[in-house]
């Protein structure tokens, strides 16, 4: 369904594919991110998908056809090159750290960087430069423009 923010609906909708969705007996679900990342701070992961995540349950929760899937809880898999294997002479390989990363739901917060960015892609086109907020926040989200 289009986003709506603070109540009133945009012209906006979330697409997305998604890595994996458990399926739970009480008929909620997860949903599970991959991640090959080097990165080890679990706090910097989460700071750097939570909103992706949470764009997923917002699209699960709001489909444009079909019935709402409760989201129980989301989550990162990730997977970092832990080591290089040398298996024989002509055989190379890589063994690989792996840990499930729960990610704390932040609705409210979603919902209030909904309503910025979308602030923003519907504004007037600022003007460019180190005192531009947009691009401040662009840079700030990591978006490379």
Request: glycine letters at 8%; charged letters at 30%; hydrophobic letters at 35%.
């Amino acid at each position: 369904m289009p986003v709506k923010v603070n109540g009133e609906e945009t012209r906006w909708k979330i697409y997305g594919e998604i890595d994996l969705l458990v399926d739970h007996n009480d008929g909620s679900y997860s949903i599970v991110d991959g991640k090959v990342s080097m990165k080890k701070d679990a706090e910097a992961l989460i700071e750097s998908y939570w909103t992706q995540l949470e764009a997923y349950v917002y699209a699960f929760e709001n489909p444009l056809d079909g019935d709402a899937m409760p989201i129980k809880s989301i989550g990162l898999l990730q997977w970092r090159i832990d080591d290089s294997l040398h298996l024989d002479e002509n055989k190379r390989g890589f063994s690989v750290d792996h840990r499930y990363i729960p990610i704390p739901r932040q609705i409210e917060r979603f919902q209030d960087f909904l309503a910025e960015f979308i602030g923003i892609i519907e504004g007037d086109f600022p003007n460019s430069g180190p005192d531009c907020e947009t691009c401040k926040y662009l840079d700030k989200i990591g978006f490379k423009y």
